[in-house]
Nanobody
Framework: QVQVVESGGGLVQPGGSLSLSCAAS????????MDWYRQFPGNQRELVAT???????TYADSVKGRFTIARDNAKNTVFLQMNSLKPEDTAVYYC??????????WGQGTQVTVSS
């Protein structure tokens, strides 16, 4: 009922920046929280940042001051601006959306690689 599609990601040098975006579309729905998670090889997904429908944000300690989450409610789109990237930020990044009445949806994931 809902599709969540990410874009962005890629290869960047340490200290560089990347921007991710994610759009939720499909049958009529409301979107509540939207989140970005990341998954390192062999590990569970970890929460990177959350933004509520009224714009409140929370961040993992490891990305505070470097990453910024934002959203466009009219387009059901969420963004993640990543600055001062470090090699340890290398992971697959996933978008997540809580929707009503259809529930929880994940994007397909996008690779972010920070390497010189």
């Amino acid at each position: 009922q809902v599709q969540v599609v990410e874009s962005g990601g890629g290869l960047v040098q340490p200290g560089g920046s990347l921007s991710l975006s994610c759009a939720a579309s499909g049958r009529t729905f409301r979107v509540f929280d939207m989140d970005w998670y990341r998954q390192f090889p062999g590990n569970q997904r970890e929460l990177v940042a959350t933004i509520t429908s009224d714009g409140r944000t929370t961040y993992a300690d490891s990305v505070k001051g470097r990453f910024t989450i934002a959203r466009d409610n009219a387009k059901n789109t969420v963004f993640l601006q990543m600055n001062s990237l470090k090699p340890e930020d290398t992971a697959v990044y996933y978008c997540h959306a809580d929707t009503e009445p259809w529930g929880s949806y994940w994007g397909q994931g996008t690779q972010v690689t920070v390497s010189s």
